[in-house]
């Protein structure tokens, strides 16, 4: 069995790590890390989990956690992994950072974004942008994963073969998202309360949320030319869920046909996309509480744009299922252990 | 592997039963019956089941199913079971009704609260009401389990211990049930439209409500005394979920620990039923998507009644999760296989 | 003009206030009292009111809004309203307290259940309870005036007619309310956020909530003998409305038409209070935005009991509506000025 | 008293014209047409209006209807008001079509996005959209009045001051609009359950939408150049509101203070838009119930864009509000009366 610590585990993306893993045949948690709640029992924090997690919430002690467990998930704000990280520890441990910290090559752009001074810039160019289905082989090589963004994941997925075809002009990008209100967090804030978010929508980060940066540098990879995009996150009253809009001009004439082929050359074989039937469009609610990434396309000849659309739960493909993919990969286990999670209708 | 055939399988009911019968190790849908649907692929009415069931819908054909499958579950409005089931196919297969056809014993109460006529009486003594807390044995050995309803699983489990024990007054007994918007089906109707269901409560149903008599007749068995309870139950604008609050006076005086001793008695050894802490009061995100029943109470000694509360998601332990239970109950198998669900949060 | 100010303004009842205002002929605020935002614009607070409040919040002294001011409405925490007021302020002014610190006559029994010590005793028997269809007389009189809780309001309206004809046995009433979550506050809570009310519901303040004695007081006075009840609290996924679920035993047989003609009695010429027709069922929807109480009732001749309903807009007839209902009784205005408020659909 | 007809009164369009002339003190409705509840009580429809509206549902009779009304509002499908207009009925009342039949003024255009034979084209040329801060003068000297798209509206109003002022580059114009549930209507249908639509979102009608060639016509109008644009719709699990973000590139460099200032130009004088403060987005919440829309800009020097954002609540500024707005003009009645609305929070 895998030893699994938790840095964050009463957040809601350290909680969704929690009801994974208590599904996964090869792990299990031997740290319920939570600043918040030491001492208090996990399953008083999240009660869904009474019963079947008896542990009690402990302290973020990374260099003791370090020698307990055989991977450490780090679910936590900007910036504290980058502060507990060094040599010994992940000498001793794998890391799978669930925050912002190692996902961005540049260190300047990492600062300027999230006005925050990087604690271990020497780590980040060893860090494996954790995107399993673009960077598998690197994964499974890696001691430190940075996992995704849950925005990023699914923009970055939704236009991923087209950048890499050079099917589209990626000057001409233009990413509008909507979220689920758990991407928000479960801190306790005025905006996130049910009667201020409830019936209600509103776009926020315009021109300015953090994971702009880490769309355009993926996309770049893939496009082999610099990316610079707009990208809107909208919060939408629903717990769950991320929809991807994408509007880019075509650089030639495709069909429906060729268009799909390229998807399917990069997805056919991939077990967590869904390229969907012609003119059914993707749906949030079509893959929650599943890992998988559905897409589907349009071409407008009337604009020459075509409009690529993603849905993934935030909590899942987004963040923590995502995160156990990674840790499938880098401990050479089924990539899909734990992760066999049928989508939830209603 | 157990072959089962689902008749009314595009009902909500219908496609709890394919999401988890997906994940059972022991058992392959064969059948995917739904009128409406006739030929249509299956995961185009549920696209959650995309490239996880290639099946076609077919039709009700209950004859032939009986010749292909080992059980046959009928997720199908009232009457549909009884008037298609006969001994040949009884003989053939095993059958578990998640309609009301088979819970009632008494015909004159059934055709009086439904307003149908019975079309197989013949089979109301040998069915065996699939309450399988209560009825494990019976289970065990039956032809033709009759699935409790959503309302009736949670109004009945909340109280039955209290009632099994004699310690409350049965006369006063009335159950208050909230519940999420499944439970009123897929059809497409006027009131259950999101516009009209969204941000509004009512009552309905109120002192005529079918489960009623569904409840009278258990906690009847269970106390052995005749019960005529007020069931009120309420429609609540959440997708999945019901909440039973019960109000009954004591018999006698008792202490918390003396009333949670009994719960413990009747349920500490069962797995899916969740008897929580002190003052932990039952919420129905916390049993989302899994099997479970949470249950506590309070004591009040101004009014000398005790308040009871249940929470469970019905589509799961109120349907199809147990449905799968008596399933696994029927065929020796593990009671719980399949039904490792962890509750979802948020 | 009759000259208002608020303390409290940007609570949600505050903010009720404030559009229930902005629509009245005969009042204007003069004071946007809010300890939170001193000297920011109101309108960045509700960005709804921008360009309809230009006024910045202003702290909360009551000694200098005594003069400016010809009512005061607070609508603050418990206790706050109760530690500020004196003679010379009441001299001075009316006021309108929205908190519950004059609605109970024994102070006993508030210090008892609000857990509290009343700072001003003395002004307990002068305060009017201010629930306009049946203390409508001595509103008109009052300086001081109670207004109602939300629950309360509901819960009372909806029964009180039986207790005073003496038609329900006063030792079997229980109450089941359900709320939406604007009742709850714009306080910064984990259990109020998004995530955590959305898709859920739960009892809370189970046989200990204080609206308990200010029903039971209310009801007392109503019956002439002293009130014991249950009354249990439900927290549901929607912004606003309360529906009151409540049962009772019949004293005698009586019928629909009886029952009705008692409700007539109360109600036919009351303007807020509507009595449905035979069968329909309060919704909380068709009372949105409104100061409208809804009712009805069904007999159940099996169980011998009565089961009463009752629907509000718990921010409107349940807060801010009635407190400007108030308002215009004791300013000798048309009882309904500025609550002309159709209710909104869907 | 002007007296109003309405045609589809029991759609919620239909039942939002009601709600709006309740309070109007200048109109009372003569004719509550709805072909599907002819005879029925209004309020046994619309419980809301119970003791509001006496009046029974009545047919679709607009010959009988222009001899009591001085003005016609037609809620209805599309083909409706074009299939039942004349001269005869044009010479005694005025009409305002709710539904998209004069909307655009070439016919092919029409008869090709709604795939119907228009049948009254002769009357396409006199009718005069009813934008009303666009086309006020026009409006007023109207018999009949093409009342705009609810996307429509929010569509146009918000990027229109950058169009007329040639700030943008129409080619690279992309509208991504998110909108409520109540503007799919009140049919009986699968995809508008409860169940379906709740925590949900989705992408429809992707380079199909009919209120397409509406938004072009009108900005082609505003920029003097043939406009085509993409037009991406969204279904969000809410009841009302439209929040459209919309994209293009600059013309030439422009400051926040130039943008500022066009939008001004345009709207400073205008009651019903409301542009907000630099940074503040507009949220769908804080117009519910009104008139209102709100509007906002961002420019983001990294891509030369412009990001526009705007909000209105569907069924009143996008539908019956400025159905009402129209009819003030075209009665030389204040442009206000009725429409004094304040949105309604939480």
Known sequence: MIKVGIIGSTGYAGGELVRILTGHREAEIVWYGSRSYI????????????QLVDARCMDDNMEELAKQADVIFTATPQGLCASLVNEEILSQTKII??????RIKD???????YNLEHKSPQFIEEAVYGLCEINREDVKKARLVANPGCYTTCSILTAYPLAKEGIIDMKTLIVDAKSGTSGAGRGAKVPNLYCEVNENMKAYGVASHRHTPE???????????????????HLVPMNRGILATEYASLKKD????????????????E????????????????VEGSNYVDINFKIDPRTNRIIMMGAIDNLVKGAAGQAVQNMNLMFGLDEAEGLNLVPMFP
Chains 1, 2, 3, 4 share one sequence.
């Open 215 to 233: 769309i355009e540098e993926q996309l770049s990879y893939a496009s082999g030319e610099e990316v610079v995009i707009n990208f809107t996150p």
């Open 97 to 102: 950072d669930l925050s912002a910290d190692f």
């Open 107 to 113: 260190v300047a752009v990492y600062e300027k974004w």
């Open 271 to 286: 077990k967590f996309v869904r390229v969907l039937d012609e003119g059914v469009y993707p749906e949030t609610k079509w």
């Open 254 to 269: 495709v069909t429906y046909e060729e268009v799909k082929a390229i998807y399917d050359k990069y997805y056919k074989d």
């Open 39 to 50: 001492d208090q029992k996990y399953a008083s924090v999240y009660q869904n989990m009474f």
